[in-house]
């Protein structure tokens, strides 16, 4: 009724409207990065990394954090695990907004595309990530936001079409099966 029609004309008269996703782009040159083998999950001392390395490095990477160990750094003394390859060039492609789930599979179906000729990833990787304070995570359980608000997954994606997938979620929340 009267409420409804108020609430229309105060959206339409401040010109609230669905937010479109923002794109950004960016290369990252001459990066270190794990050097990873599809059918070991563990790691292997001087021929794979493990997942768990893997999850670190990536968090360093997104959250552009020196990966060269600098004693001077007051920020991170992090540095890529062993072994490491350092790629030339690594493009970093981050979407904002609210995608629902059928954009994330186009997503995924366009990154294996990647794959095709020429062959030039070994593996990369899609990373969704739920906002800090979202009021829901997975299955029907409140997202707890307790210290840092973990809600996300990673698939990360070899060139033969294997696949991992990681999944984060905070203390207090339900993880799917």
Known sequence: ????????????????????????????????????QSNDLQGKPEESCSTEELFEWLGAVLNQVSLDNNSSSFLS???????????????????TGFIIPEKIIQLLEQLCCYFGEPKLAYWLILTVHGFADSPVSWRESEHGFHKGGENLYNFV?????????????????????
């Open 77 to 95: 003394t992090y540095c890529c695990p062993e072994p490491n390859t350092v790629v030339e060039k690594a493009f970093l492609c981050t979407i």
């Open 1 to 36: 009724g009267a409420e409804g029609s108020t609430l229309m004309s105060y959206f339409s008269k401040n010109q609230i409207q669905a937010l479109k996703p923002k794109i950004t782009f960016s290369t990252l040159r001459d990066l270190q990065c794990p050097v990873l």
């Open 157 to 177: 994606i070899f060139r033969n079409l294997d696949y991992w997938l990681q999944m984060a979620v905070g203390a207090h929340d339900d993880c799917p099966p």
